[in-house]
């Protein structure tokens, strides 16, 4: 069994107004994975993944990292938020500095590294990402996916182990979309645990390893996608639908036309390349 790097456990939050946002929420994050946190409009998604780096301090209930409770105090949340860096909806509640370098490299330095060192760091996460091009720009003059972009890199420049990124695609073209999402492979491919919040169901059924399932401040349920994803009466109920693609490799195995035994595709593209294979014809 994968070892769990990150918990939550009996989490409540109330709002000032007294709301509440969490209601004894369960959620075990397993080193290594991709897990999509999925739920309506205030199921408590955002609420949940400024926990798991101690921006919000639950009302009761606790965070573990490592297995170790974690705890409020200054310095240990620093060395928390180095380990587990979140990545906002909004790029511009996040970017801060002016210019590109400047904020990325903030980071890092906050981390005491040489101020070469730093640079090293910051010229590293923006090859990877593409965008080295943006390196002296000015943040207010970047477009709302080189925004989204940069507050990724502002994140990686601090080598999290754990990143929880909060509707990451939401925003973005379809392109800008494919290549934030083939970055976030290449972080996992290099053991980094990725924690995704997103109305996408498709895109949560074709990344992710493991899914949640939030329900008015709950975590109705957890498990593989192709198990949860495949209960419509827990989805209606958490007012989601199941993703399109498992609905027709689902429709596709009811007449006849795709084996039972066979595993159903998990994007458009394999679903494609299913109905072509001789295999099915």
């Given amino acids: ?72 105090s200054r310095q240990e949340l620093s060395l928390w938020r180095q380990q587990v860096g979140v990545v906002l909806q909004d790029p511009d509640d996040q970017l801060f500095a002016a210019s590109v370098f400047q904020d990325v490299s903030f980071g890092p330095l906050n981390q005491g590294l040489s101020p070469p060192t730093a640079r090293e760091r910051v010229a590293e996460v923006l090859h990877a990402l593409g965008i080295e091009s943006l390196w002296d720009r000015p943040t207010h003059s970047l477009s709302f996916g080189q925004k989204k972009l940069v507050a990724l890199a502002g994140v990686l420049a601090m080598r ?16 800008g979309a494919q290549r934030l999402v083939e970055s976030l492979e290449l972080l996992h491919r290099a053991d980094t645990t990725l ?3 997103t109305h996408d169901m498709d895109l949560a059924y074709g990344w992710a390893s493991e899914v949640a399932v939030l ?8 498990g593989a996608p192709h198990l949860v994803l495949q209960d419509e009466q827990l989805l209606a109920g958490a007012h989601l639908r199941a993703p399109w693609t498992l609905q027709m490799g689902l429709r596709l195995q009811e007449l006849g036309l795709y084996p039972a035994a066979r595993v159903l595709p998990r994007t458009p593209e394999e679903l494609l390349m299913c109905l072509k294979s001789p295999e099915l014809a």
Avoid: C, F
């Avoid at 069994?1 to 969490?22: C, F, K």
């Avoid at 999290?160 to 392109?175: H, I, N, S």
């Fill in 160 to 175: 999290p182990r754990v990143l929880v990124l909060d509707e990451p695609t939401a925003g973005l073209d379809p392109w």
């Fill in 1 to 72: 069994m994968a070892e769990v790097i990150l918990e939550a456990r009996q989490l409540d939050y109330r709002y000032s107004g007294g709301a509440a946002g969490l209601r004894g929420l369960d959620l075990t994050v397993k080193r290594g994975s991709k897990l999509a946190v999925l739920g309506a409009n205030g199921a408590g998604k955002s609420t949940l993944l400024l926990h798991l780096n101690g921006v919000l301090r639950p009302t009761r209930g606790e965070i573990r990292l490592d297995g170790r409770p974690v705890r409020y």
């Fill in 195 to 197: 924690v995704m919040a």
């Fill in 215 to 222: 329900d008015r401040g709950r975590a109705v349920l957890q």
